[in-house]
C-alpha cells in the first residue's frame, strides 16, 4: 500500500530520501508508475506551487522540495515505459536568454514544469536563437520559454521569436518571465504567454498545450 | 542651499527647496555622462560594490547632493585578473567573477563545499582594518564633507556576501534546513561588515547605508518568519553597533523587490531610511508607503529603472519623477533617485530628463509660493 498523502507531504517538506523511500516500494509493490507519478508526485508538486504562488511558501523552501521531487523523479524513471512516456502534457525547451546568466526563476519553472508532468529541456544560461532552435528541433519543442533578469538582455527575447517567425518553425509558441517582464512586454514582443512566476506559468503552459 | 544641509533637513522631515539627490552610475553610464559634460572619466573604485563611491566628481557636477563612500579592497590584496582567456577576476574574498560585458558574473563560490561550522572558521577571511582600505574614503570625505552629504556604503551586509561565497541555491536550502554552518557564515561575514560600517561612520558618514536584497519581484524571497527569526535580530544588532560610534548616525537599508511584510520590522529596530522602493515590485506603491510608514521611514529611490529610465521619453520621466517627488516628498523625507544604478541602456538625455525634472521641481514649487 502507497499513503500518497504522506508522499505529498514529504515531498512539500522536502524530505528528499522519505520521498524515494516511498517511491521505491510503492514500485517494489507493483503499484503503476504513472500513478506513482501522477498521485504522488505531480499531485504534491501542485499544492507546493499553489502555496509558492500564495505566499505561504517562498523560494528556500520550494528549492528543497523541486530537489526532493527529482530525486522521486529519479527513481521512477527508469520503471516509465514508452506507453508512459507518451503520456507526457507537452516538450517544454526553456533556457536563460543570450548575455543573461540569472537562472533562479528559470530553474523554478523548469523544476515545476517538470513537477507538472511535463518533459523540460533545461538548455541554461545565455541562450541564442541559434541554440534554442537545435533544441526545439532536436527534442520537438511545443512551446520554448524564455527568462532575462536585466533590462539589457530582455529585448533579446523579441529578436528569438522574430527568427523563428523566419525560420521553418514559425508557429512556435512561447512563454516569457523574468524580473523586468511584465504582460504588455510579452504581448508587445509578440510571445504566447507571460509567466508571472513559476506556478502561473505552468498554469500559462497548461492553458497553450490545451489551444494546441 | 548647501547639499548637505539639505539631505539633513530632509531626513529630519523638513520641506526643503527641492528632494536631495543621490544617483549612481554603472561605468559605461559614467562613461557617455563624462563625455556628455565634458569632463574627464573617473576609473571606479576596486571594492564590491564600486558605482556607489564611484564617479562622485561627476555626480555632484550633474546635481547630486549626497557622496559615496565605501572601504575598497586593501593594498595587499586587490582584485586580479586570474584567467586572461576567460575574464576571471577574484577579490580578496575569494569570490571570482567573469566579466560577460556589461556585467561581472560569479564564477566560483569559494565556500560551495562548506557543510560545517570549522568549514566556516577555518576560511581565509579578510581583515576588515587591513591597510588602505579606507584610503578612498578618507580622500573622498576630506574633498566633499564641507559641501556634501557622506553616504557610507556598506550594502551587501551579510546574507547577499554570504550567498556570493556560497552560492544562493546552497545557501538558501542549507538556510532552511537549519544547517549551523548558514548561521555561522552570516555571523562572520556580519562582523567584518559591521567593524567596516563603524569605521566608515567614526570618519565621518552622516548615512550609513547597509543593505541585502530580501525581496523579489513579486513578494519576499524568504518567508517573513524565517527573516524575522534569521535577520531581524541579525540586523538589529548592526543597527545597534553603528549607533555606538553615532547615535545620530541616519540608517538606510537597501532591498530590492517587493518587502512589504517587513517594512514595519525595520522601522522598529530603527531605521530611518528604505531604499530603493523598486517601484514596479509588487506593492511598492508611493502613496501606499508614504501613508502607511512616512512617519517612522524616509525614502531614497523610487524611480523605476526596469522600464521608465531605459525606455521612457524625457517627457515622460519628468512627468513621473514629478509626481514621485510631491507624493514621496511631502514634509520631507525623500532623497530621489533612480531605484538602483543607471547603467548603460539608459540614454544621456533621459538621465538629464531625470535631473532636470528635480531642479525643475525645484523652480515650480518656489514660484507657488511666492
Known amino acids: 500500500m502507497i499513503d500518497y498523502a504522506e508522499l505529498n507531504q514529504f515531498l512539500y517538506e522536502g524530505k528528499a530520501k522519505k520521498v524515494v523511500e516511498i517511491v521505491q516500494q510503492a514500485l517494489d509493490d507493483g503499484i503503476p508508475v504513472s500513478e506513482v507519478l501522477s498521485e504522488g508526485l505531480i499531485a504534491g508538486m501542485a499544492v507546493l506551487g499553489e502555496d509558492f504562488k500564495h505566499n505561504i511558501l517562498y523560494v528556500p523552501e520550494v528549492l528543497i522540495a523541486a530537489r526532493a521531487m527529482k530525486s522521486g523523479l529519479n527513481a521512477l524513471k527508469p520503471y516509465l515505459s514508452e506507453e508512459d512516456k507518451k503520456d507526457k502534457k507537452g516538450v517544454i525547451v526553456i533556457g536563460t536568454v543570450k548575455g543573461d546568466l540569472h537562472d533562479i526563476g528559470k530553474n523554478l519553472v523548469s523544476m515545476m514544469s517538470e513537477g507538472a508532468g511535463y518533459e523540460v529541456y533545461d538548455l541554461g544560461v545565455d541562450q541564442s536563437f541559434e541554440q534554442y532552435y537545435e533544441a526545439a528541433v532536436k527534442y520537438k519543442a511545443d512551446i520554448i520559454g524564455m527568462s532575462a533578469l536585466l533590462t539589457t538582455t530582455m529585448p533579446y527575447m523579441k529578436t528569438v521569436i522574430d527568427k523563428f517567425k523566419e525560420s521553418d518553425l514559425p508557429n512556435m509558441k512561447f512563454v516569457v518571465g523574468g524580473a523586468p517582464i511584465n504582460k504588455e512586454f510579452a504581448d508587445e514582443i509578440g510571445a504566447d504567454g507571460y509567466g508571472a512566476d513559476a506556478a502561473s506559468t505552468v498554469e500559462v503552459l497548461n492553458r497553450l498545450m490545451a489551444a494546441v | ?370
Open chain 2, 1 to 370: 542651499m548647501k547639499s548637505r544641509d539639505r539631505v539633513l533637513k530632509a531626513l529630519n522631515g523638513e520641506e526643503t527647496d527641492r528632494p536631495p539627490i543621490f544617483v549612481t552610475l554603472t561605468p559605461e553610464a559614467a562613461q557617455k555622462m563624462s563625455a556628455h559634460l565634458n569632463v574627464p572619466y573617473e576609473e571606479p573604485y576596486d571594492s564590491l560594490l564600486s558605482t556607489r563611491m564611484s564617479h562622485m566628481d561627476l555626480l555632484t557636477k550633474l546635481g547630486n547632493d549626497c557622496v559615496g563612500i565605501a572601504a575598497t579592497a586593501p593594498k595587499n590584496s586587490p582584485t586580479v585578473l586570474i584567467n586572461e582567456e576567460k575574464k576571471v577576476y577574484q577579490n580578496e574574498w575569494g569570490m571570482q567573477f567573469v566579466n560577460v560585458g556589461l556585467y561581472n558574473e560569479f564564477y566560483k563560490y569559494p565556500l560551495a563545499h562548506a557543510t560545517s561550522v570549522e568549514d566556516i572558521e577555518n576560511y581565509p577571511w579578510p581583515d576588515p582594518m587591513a591597510e588602505g582600505r579606507f584610503d578612498a574614503a578618507a580622500e573622498l570625505i576630506a574633498k566633499y564633507k564641507d559641501e556634501y552629504a557622506i553616504v557610507a556604503d556598506l550594502e551587501t551586509s551579510f546574507f547577499e556576501t554570504s550567498w556570493y561565497l556560497m552560492g544562493m541555491e546552497k545557501l538558501l536550502m542549507d538556510m532552511a534546513m537549519e544547517e549551523d554552518h548558514v548561521f555561522a557564515l552570516f555571523d562572520k561575514v556580519m562582523q567584518i561588515n559591521t567593524e567596516i560600517g563603524k569605521k566608515l561612520i567614526e570618519m565621518g558618514a552622516d548615512i550609513i547605508w547597509a543593505g541585502d536584497d530580501f525581496g523579489t519581484q513579486r513578494g519576499m524571497m524568504i518567508s517573513p518568519d524565517m527573516w524575522r527569526e534569521v535577520f531581524k535580530p541579525r540586523i538589529k544588532w548592526m543597527f545597534s553597533e553603528f549607533r555606538k560610534v553615532n547615535p545620530d548616525i541616519k540608517i538606510a537599508w537597501h532591498s530590492c523587490g517587493s518587502i512589504i511584510p517587513i517594512i514595519e520590522d525595520f522601522a522598529e529596530i530603527g531605521l530611518d531610511i528604505l531604499n530603493p522602493i523598486q517601484p514596479q515590485a509588487e506593492g511598492m506603491d508611493p502613496d501606499y508607503l508614504k501613508d502607511n510608514y512616512g512617519k517612522e521611514l524616509s525614502f531614497f529611490g523610487g524611480i523605476d529603472i526596469q522600464n521608465l529610465m531605459p525606455f521612457g521619453t524625457p517627457e515622460e520621466i519628468k512627468a513621473d519623477v514629478k509626481r514621485r517627488m510631491k507624493i514621496l516628498g511631502k514634509g520631507g523625507g525623500y532623497i530621489v533617485a533612480p531605484a538602483h544604478n543607471l547603467q548603460d541602456d539608459t540614454p544621456v538625455e533621459n538621465i538629464m530628463a531625470f535631473y532636470e525634472a528635480v531642479f525643475e521641481y525645484g523652480e515650480e514649487k518656489k514660484s507657488s509660493q511666492v
